[in-house]
């Protein structure tokens, strides 16, 4: 049996957000969850249930990484297939990021239950890609989502 390899097609041109706005975790959540719903990508009935579940597990310890960057996840029961978002506050966003700065990039991934292999080798691939210091360079000089996902593209697997 192969190994589960990194759903990178869950990140679109129409599921990147290079203006975010918002001054509280929740609000930048809520934010990032509609975007995924203004580009068809969540299903609008999902969304009090999938911020609920965003806002328990920031809840149980912030996913931001420190550098600038948050990686907000979940896994939803019923869901068909997995959400990814992009989003960019060119000002930051106090997120308690380990490090105490503010976070300019985040990278959303909402997956169905039943993909947990997926979902944790997304996970893996974020991780790792985050590490890298130009990566964060990168997505906050982006001009256009295609910039964006040019940089997602270029650490792909």
């Given at each position: 049996?192969?190994?589960p ?88 966003v ?7 700065e ?56």
């Amino acid at each position: 049996m192969s190994a589960p390899v990194p759903d990178l097609e869950v990140f679109t041109r129409e599921s990147v957000l290079l203006d975010l706005a918002g001054d509280t975790k929740e609000q930048i959540l809520e934010v990032i969850v509609d975007h995924a719903i203004a580009s068809k990508a969540l299903p609008r009935t999902r969304k009090e249930q999938v911020l609920e579940i965003l806002v328990e597990r920031e809840g149980r310890g912030s996913t931001a990484f420190g550098k600038g960057i948050a990686v907000p996840h979940a896994r939803v029961a019923g869901l068909r297939k997995s959400v990814g978002v992009v989003a960019r506050s060119v000002e930051g966003v106090d997120f308690k990021s380990i490090d105490g700065e503010p976070v300019h990039v985040f990278l959303m991934l909402i997956s169905p239950e039943s993909r947990a292999d997926e979902h944790l080798a997304t996970l893996r691939w974020i991780s790792q890609s985050v590490r890298d210091p130009d990566f964060l360079s990168f997505i906050r000089q982006a001009r256009s989502p295609e910039d964006v996902l040019d940089v997602l593209q270029e650490r792909a697997p």
